[in-house]
């Protein structure tokens, strides 16, 4: 590290420890390299091989500006974008990363401010670039940060593309450059973000102006949680002349990269809309609309009586997707396809097979949304919409990747039809059944915790258990395994890898309800064991009821470890 790390801050850090005598803090973070994969890379920003930092931020981008010189014809003539968001070190890694591409005579396409994420997927394919990078960590915590890259398609990347490049970037790190003093003037970067920017924000106003209703579109609570959405948002709502419905959460309106006012700087958080309640409160609003801080993410709020009600992932998905699915021709309602992820919600799948519309299933993901959202349109397909439960939609008219500000004004129109979402969302629960969704996590911190987890379970049943918390299991995929019970030759139709651990259960009904699914997955990007638990009912309550009876026993049989740690705002559904 001492030997190619320039940066003063980073080298005074590894000095500090070995004066210190830190052995092992210093094998943590020397002793092992920070991982590449399909969502590149995210990890706590700190001296080391194991973190992000100016050293692998340069060896990250010339690796990747190998492969791409060695893989894309035309790689350095067409570029590559590259944008960032507001959090500590974005920009200097941003230009860092525009120094090596530069160095290997790429051009840059460059963002010259901050960003919403979706604006460098967004710019892909117009700009012709072969690739985009974005430097973000999305809604993780103040320290960390990341590096996003995107094919030519404007999508993630996805694998085996993911350990081609992590393989270049392993042949590639001898720093070729520190220097961005001369960053500004080279004729190899080529300031763009006026023009897409502008392009951007005409799209996503085209695309929404036939269904808004403007006069209609009530007041609302905005909160880009310290992040970079307000600019975003305010343009977007400029455009379509309804720029005076909002009201902005001042502390939280400009970026500030230490999140001050939150615990997490993620919408599904307890206490991350606190502040958005009480502006709403104050103004007497009744709708709360929030992005994370990169902003590729949305949330939705609403007061209902005198009670708020947050709505989940789930929930916004099934509404945007109902709404859009409203608005299509009748003749071709069976030409139009939705896709959801393995984890979310089976509601949009029950409205589709009443409605005869089509929805497909993916791996979790938008590099796995996006890229099956090309392969069905390349084959002559619609594909109107997809979403995943953690807050992300994408509408594919625009970009294939998630974007809050889209979904944000996507969901404006929806309002101005309907009037009070909820009220909505409850009559497609009276129209197409009670889905409840009760999705929560356990910290990890030790790897072994989670690998001792999945073997325990993996080992309850050959090829899986008969019973699970006394019901009966219906059907039983473990993509770690490569193995469905109820596929024919009992090989799933979705990709399996030994590499992540995902299971998921299907429960015969029990006296409260009409079934449960629930599936558990070794988070990709941070140290949790996700659980996504869905339960039938014939009413909300039943159907709440079901989710939360099942959660408690599987606490008690399953995840009956002190190293595992629950997801605090679920403890109180749980006593």
Same mark, same amino acid.
């Given at each position: ?178 220097? *961005? &003093?001369? !960053?500004?003037?080279?004729? =190899?970067?080529?300031? @763009?973000? /006026? ?120 929930? *916004? &998905?099934? !509404?945007?997707?109902?709404? =859009?699915?409203?608005? @299509?021709? /009748? ?128 080992? =309850? ?115």
């Amino acid at each position: 590290m001492l030997t190619f790390g320039k940066d003063a801050v980073t080298r005074f850090e590894i000095e500090g420890l070995l004066d210190k005598g830190q052995t092992l803090e210093l094998e943590k973070i020397l002793g092992t390299r920070i991982g590449f994969g399909t969502a590149g890379l995210r990890a706590r920003m700190q001296a080391g091989f194991a973190r992000l930092n100016s050293l692998t931020i340069i060896q990250t981008s010339q690796g990747l500006a190998e492969y791409l010189l060695l893989t894309c014809p035309g790689a350095a003539a067409k570029g590559i974008i590259i944008g960032y968001d507001a959090r500590h070190n974005s920009k200097k890694f941003a230009e860092l990363a525009a120094a090596a591409f530069i160095a290997k005579g790429i051009n840059v396409l460059w963002y010259e401010d901050i960003v919403h994420t979706p604006m460098v997927p967004y710019g892909v394919k117009p700009l012709g670039a072969v690739a985009g990078v974005m430097i973000t960590a999305s809604h993780n915590p103040a320290q960390d940060n990341g590096y996003k890259v995107y094919g030519s398609n404007g999508c993630q990347i996805n694998s085996p593309e993911d350990a081609a490049i992590a393989a270049s970037i392993l042949e590639n790190l001898d720093p070729v450059t520190w220097d *961005v &003093g001369q !960053l500004h003037s080279s004729p =190899l970067l080529r300031p @763009v973000l /006026p023009l897409m920017k502008t392009k951007y924000l005409r799209e996503v106003s085209g695309f929404v102006k036939e269904y808004l209703k403007a006069t209609s579109v009530p007041s609302f609570v905005y909160t880009p949680l310290h992040g970079v959405g307000l600019q975003y948002m305010t343009a977007a709502l400029e455009q379509l002349s309804i720029g005076n419905r909002i009201t902005a959460v001042q502390q939280q309106a400009q970026p500030d990269p230490n999140f001050p006012t939150v615990k997490y700087p993620n919408p599904e958080e307890a206490g991350a809309l606190d502040l958005a309640i009480e502006t709403a409160d104050e103004h007497g609003v009744r709708l709360i609309l929030a992005n994370d801080p990169d902003a590729d993410r949305f949330a939705v709020a609403e007061k209902v009586g005198d009670q708020w009600q947050q709505f989940t992932g789930d929930q *916004v &998905g099934a !509404l945007l997707g109902y709404y =859009l699915f409203s608005h @299509v021709i /009748p003749s071709d309602v069976r030409n139009c396809i939705m896709l959801i992820s393995a984890v979310s919600s089976q509601m949009l799948a029950e409205i589709a097979a009443k409605e005869g519309f089509q929805v497909s299933e993916t791996l979790t993901g938008f590099k796995w949304l996006g890229n099956t959202a090309l392969a069905l349109e390349k084959a002559g397909n619609t594909v109107t919409f997809a979403y995943e439960e953690a807050l992300g939609y994408m509408v594919p008219g625009i970009v294939h990747d998630k974007d809050g500000v889209t979904a944000a004004v996507l969901f404006l129109c929806a309002v101005s039809d309907w009037g009070s979402p909820w009220e909505k969302l409850l009559q497609l629960y009276d129209k197409y059944g009670y889905f409840y969704t009760l999705n929560t996590y356990w910290r990890s911190p030790q790897v072994t915790a989670t690998k001792k987890l999945f073997g325990r379970i993996q080992r =309850l049943g050959n090829p899986f258990p008969v019973t699970v918390v006394g019901r009966r299991v219906l059907r039983w995929r473990d993509l770690s395994k490569n193995y469905d019970s109820a596929t024919p030759n009992n090989v799933p139709v979705l990709p399996s890898s030994t590499d992540s651990q995902m299971i998921t259960c299907w429960l015969g009904s029990g006296s409260l309800d009409q079934g449960i699914r629930f599936t558990i997955r070794a988070s990709g990007t941070e140290p949790k064991i996700k659980i996504y638990l869905e339960c039938q009912g014939q009413n909300y309550d039943k159907a709440k009821a079901g989710a939360v009876d099942i959660l408690h026993h599987l606490r008690q049989e399953w995840f009956d470890d002190p190293d595992l740690i629950l997801e605090e705002k679920i403890l109180d559904l749980l006593t």
